[in-house]
């Protein structure tokens, strides 16, 4: 199991399902409804911000991955 869906499981349920809600929608590239920005240290990558906690996730053609889901401070170490 990837780290990040362990981290997820053991934050409030509010903001667990909101990010679950928003996965949704960073799948089907509503791109026009949330903040999400190009990674510019890296090719394809995009991160979306919910508060302090950010989805970090690469987009190349239709194929969409989530890399990590984790604190501000520490997803871009």
């Given amino acids: ?14 903001l667990y399902d909101r990010i679950i ?4 929608l960073i799948l089907s590239w509503k791109r026009e409804w949330l903040d999400i920005k190009k990674l510019e240290w890296q090719m394809w990558m995009y991160r979306y911000r919910i508060g302090d ?5 690469k987009r190349k053609g239709n194929t969409i991955e989530i890399i990590t889901i984790w604190p501000r401070g520490d997803v871009y170490k």
Avoid: V
């Avoid at 780290?3 to 509010?14: F, V």
């Fill in 1 to 14: 199991m990837k780290k990040w869906i362990k981290y997820i499981r053991t934050l409030p349920s509010k």
């Fill in 21 to 24: 809600h928003d996965i949704d």
């Fill in 53 to 57: 906690i950010r989805i970090i996730f």
